[in-house]
């Protein structure tokens, strides 16, 4: 999985535009993503993906009010990753 995930990554991210360069009176080509930020948002979004559909089930199950293993399964994984982050530097 890991590898399917990783190469819809490097797909997305190696998207190119041709744009008119008016200085230089040519076409040029040019990287539609910042790599770095692409690839950290992505690896976020994988991350969060368990979180996420936890809360969405739960809201579906209680007839769309929030319980609170959702919300707290969130924050709790939020908290933990900037604390773990900050204090990995």
Do not use: C
């Not at 690839?39 to 769309?64: C, D, H, R, W, Y």
Request: glycine residues 6%; charged residues 20%.
């Amino acid at each position: 999985v890991a590898d399917i995930f990783m190469s819809a990554i490097e797909e997305i991210t190696s998207k190119k535009k041709q744009i008119w360069d008016n200085e230089k009176g040519h076409h040029r080509t040019i990287k539609v993503w910042n790599a770095t930020v692409a690839n950290l948002t992505l690896m976020a979004l994988g991350s969060s993906a368990p979180e996420i559909l936890l809360s969405v089930i739960e809201i579906f199950k209680g007839e769309f009010y929030s319980a609170d293993l959702g919300p707290g399964t969130i924050v709790g994984s939020a908290a933990f990753n900037l604390l773990s982050s900050v204090s990995s530097e």
